[in-house]
T-cell receptor, first 114, second 111 residues
Framework: DTGVSQDPRHKITKRGQNVTFRCDPI?????LYWYRQTLGQGPEFLTY????????KSRLLSDRFSAERPKGSFSTLEIQRTEQGDSAMYLC????????????FGSGTQLSVL | GESVGLHLPTLSVQEGDNSIINCAYS??????FIWYKQESGKGPQFIID?????DKRQGQRVTVLLNKTVKHLSLQIAATQPGDSAVYFC??????????FGQGTTLQVKP
């Protein structure tokens, strides 16, 4: 399967713990996006990379959130000192560079903070 | 600000009928729109896109219509099948190049 891959699929953690998610985009895609989705809502943009450069971060992305894409391939999203409000599906998507390129999504990581 | 919304949270149709899912957007500067389908436990799956220089685009059993005058987008699914049951999102590309999603319409197909 050459689609967008996310790991883990599910993560349960206790409040205050740190968690890290991984995303492997489609290999020829140089743009990578992170979105968050809560139940019944559409995905909300968090941040995106073009190659290894993080070009934009949403105001939703508090200081506890950090994303990296060190070699312009896979990306990680870390949440420090998790809160119950962080419980959501974290979606990764990738696309080719350029305007009006469709995003291809992974299956997401479902985070539950107890 | 940018916002994208769908008119109905749930749409129930009989198998074999045509489905129409509607979406309203507020940013008149948006020039690219995508419809996604999301099944339970999965990420959104691309269905069809349309650029603002078009008012209609057809795919396999799906058609997207864009009315820029009233900032309205619709997705038509012909001969709806049980496998079409899912949540459908419209998304709009704003001037920053990122997609803004609406809240979604749940399509239920009755056998």
């Amino acid at each position: 399967d050459t689609g967008v891959s996310q790991d883990p699929r599910h993560k349960i953690t206790k409040r205050g713990q740190n968690v890290t998610f991984r995303c492997d985009p489609i290999s020829e895609h140089n743009r990578l996006y992170w979105y968050r989705q809560t139940l019944g809502q559409g995905p909300e943009f968090l941040t995106y990379f073009q190659n290894e450069a993080q070009l934009e971060k949403s105001r939703l992305l508090s200081d506890r959130f950090s994303a990296e894409r060190p070699k312009g391939s896979f990306s990680t999203l870390e949440i420090q000192r998790t809160e119950q409000g962080d419980s959501a599906m974290y979606l990764c998507a990738s696309s080719l560079q350029g305007p009006k390129e469709k995003l291809f999504f992974g299956s997401g990581t479902q985070l539950s903070v107890l | 600000g940018e916002s994208v919304g769908l008119h109905l949270p749930t749409l129930s149709v009989q198998e074999g009928d045509n489905s129409i899912i509607n979406c309203a957007y507020s940013n008149s500067a948006s020039d690219y729109f995508i419809w996604y389908k999301q099944e339970s436990g999965k990420g959104p799956q691309f269905i069809i896109d349309i650029r603002s220089n078009m008012d209609k685009r057809q795919g396999q059993r799906v058609t997207v219509l864009l009315n820029k005058t009233v900032k309205h987008l619709s997705l038509q699914i012909a001969a709806t099948q049980p496998g079409d049951s899912a949540v459908y999102f419209c998304a709009e590309e704003g001037n920053t190049g990122k997609l803004i999603f609406g809240q979604g319409t749940t399509l239920q197909v009755k056998p």
